[in-house]
């Protein structure tokens, strides 16, 4: 048996992908190995559809801000002709970072190695004695390709990425009354866990330990329950027209289509009894997003590629992104976003807007970190689903299929 904390070979963990038992969890090396890391990177991170931030981060001309995953820096900016691109952040000269501030507003980019000048839309403006004959047009800044879903800045590293329209197409026209292209970030926060990813995500994706572990969010969430009470609620809530003219039909792609993919989720389900919005009392926190007239005191969960996920209330939405930083690091980084109409202060309260998924991401972080420090004990087994982890071991299997088939 390879130990927990033995350096394995990416042939050793395709041998050790064969003895996974559907319904258990993967094999520890999966979470501590940096070839298995490498693995996720390159067969999975570098050719997905990744959210990087929304649009009303880059509101006007010359705002942009950086993405950086494993050993990649992009830099997502609005041009002076009012378009966003994504721009690998890479001098075409010897290779520096051009842009080194998170995020700012700037006329042009330079680098402050040698000085090359480079537009907002990646073109090399300006050069130092390159001589004659040096041609320009050829040493722009590479360009990732992005996509804006309803606000969202999708991007895709692989030379012929999957069409994204394909999977958000039907997606868009249930999520349409909301009209997310018109929210702008209220707040951001980051809650970096030392632990693997695939441990962030894996608890995201299940809510067995939303009872325990979530006093709080079990208080005002019906998805707390286990299926054989939540469906006949849902069935119950699902009676009669919706007033904000939203879709029952639950889009599930699930994990049954390939990495190259978004796979898309979206399920509406009721809150818990008087409950109207994912706050701490249960009420409204914001003004009512897009075309929406009423609270009806339902959610939307929403996934859009492999680690990104959205809440959305009728007040407001969350979007949660987990990104890999290491073998055993990684961040889950949460924005919330309102009405681009709303003021703080007079629409709404910036504490009581957070409250709700601050104080649970912050209890996250702590169950997954104690997950981490329990999966490298040489006493730690693959171990069985529960019945309400069924995305979890549907996760496990496409991973190990993606990694390897």
């Known amino acids: 048996m390879l130990q927990p904390h033995a350096e394995v070979t990416a042939a050793e963990l395709g041998g050790l992908a064969t003895t996974h038992q559907p319904g258990f969890s993967l094999p520890s090396a999966f979470y501590l190995a940096d070839a298995a890391f490498e693995l996720d990177m390159e067969r999975i991170f570098m050719r997905s559809w990744l959210y990087v931030g929304h649009v009303s981060q880059i509101a006007e001309r010359g705002d942009y801000f950086l ?35 998170p995020s700012g507003n700037s006329k042009a980019f330079v680098c402050p190695y040698h000085g090359w000048v480079y537009d907002l839309d990646g073109g090399l403006r300006s050069k130092r004695y390159m001589g004659q004959g040096f041609d320009p047009s050829k040493y722009g ?21 999957s069409d994204f329209s394909l999977s958000t ?9 909301l009209e997310l292209d018109s929210t702008k970030v209220a707040a951001r926060a980051n809650y970096p866990v030392e632990a693997n990813w695939k441990l962030a995500l894996e608890n995201y994706l299940e809510c067995y330990h939303c009872s325990p572990a979530h006093p709080e969010y079990a208080k005002v969430h019906a998805l707390r329950l286990p299926d054989d009470r939540l469906g006949p609620l849902r069935e119950q809530f699902y009676q009669g027209d919706n007033p904000n003219g939203l879709s029952n039909e639950k889009l599930n792609e699930g994990y049954s289509v390939g990495v190259f993919e978004p796979e898309v989720y979206y399920c509406r389900s009721p809150l818990a009894d008087n409950v109207l919005s994912g706050s701490e009392d249960g009420q409204p926190v914001a003004p009512l997003l897009g075309r929406l007239v009423a609270h009806d005191g339902g959610q ?73 420090a329990g999966v ?30």
Not at 376 to 402: H, I, K, N, V
């Open 141 to 161: 800044l590479k360009r990732v390709q992005s996509r804006i879903f309803e606000g969202l800045i999708f991007i895709n590293f692989a030379d012929q990425p």
């Open 67 to 101: 993405f950086e995953i494993a050993n990649e820096s992009v830099i997502v900016v609005r041009d002076s002709q009012d378009e966003i691109h994504a721009l690998a952040n890479v001098c075409r000269h010897r290779g520096s970072r051009v842009c080194r501030e």
């Open 169 to 177: 197409e039907k997606l868009g026209e249930l999520l349409a009354p």
């Open 376 to 405: 490298c004990s040489r006493f730690y087994e693959p171990g069985p689903y529960s019945e309400m982890e069924s995305a979890p071991d549907s996760f496990a299997q496409w991973y190990l299929r993606t990694l390897f088939d």
């Open 300 to 372: 939307i969960d929403v996934s859009i590629g492999l680690v990104t996920f959205l809440l959305i209330y009728t007040d407001h939405a969350v979007v949660y992104r987990f990104t890999p930083r290491g073998p055993k690091r990684a961040d889950m980084e949460v924005t919330w976003l309102v009405n681009e109409s709303a003021t703080e202060g007079v629409d709404y309260d910036l504490d009581k807007l957070t409250w709700m998924w601050d104080v649970t991401s912050k209890a996250d972080k702590r169950i997954i970190d104690d997950n981490q």
